[in-house]
Nanobody, 123 residues
Framework: HVQLVESGGGSVQPGGSLRLSCAAS????????VAWFRQAPGAEREAVAA???????SYDDSVKGRFTISQDNAKNTVYLAMNSLTPEDSAMYYC??????????????????WGQGTQVTVS
């Protein structure tokens, strides 16, 4: 079992930046795929980015060039650096993990473990 805890959300003006963190309860580097999803009020939860055990990374087209997913193996933490934020990026952000290589990475049901979410508001 893996517990995930997100942090780093907050309120920011358009054009601003935030870095979200997803801390895992144990080492999952090289064994799990980790993804960030987001959900705005009244909308479906959508995939934003993922990082695979091979360190390969994937992004939704809406965030390419603005968001960067990375991991610090020593801290068992995956980050989502978000730049050039717009009001459309406002949502609750969740990290999720699953053993192995998750392909396609953007399917919500493929992930076994979820954090509680951290709110991002851009206005």
């Amino acid at each position: 079992h893996v517990q995930l805890v997100e942090s780093g959300g907050g309120s920011v003006q358009p054009g601003g930046s935030l870095r979200l963190s997803c801390a895992a309860s144990r080492t999952i580097y090289n064994t799990h795929s980790v993804a960030w999803f987001r959900q705005a009020p009244g909308a479906e939860r959508e995939a934003v980015a993922a990082i695979w055990p091979s360190d390969r990374r994937s992004y939704d087209d809406s965030v390419k060039g603005r968001f960067t997913i990375s991991q610090d193996n020593a801290k068992n933490t995956v980050y989502l650096a978000m730049n050039s934020l717009t009001p459309e990026d406002s949502a609750m952000y969740y990290c999720a993990a699953a053993p192995g290589y998750i392909d396609p990475w953007y399917i919500r049901g493929s992930y076994s473990y979820w954090g509680q979410g951290t709110q991002v508001t851009v206005s």
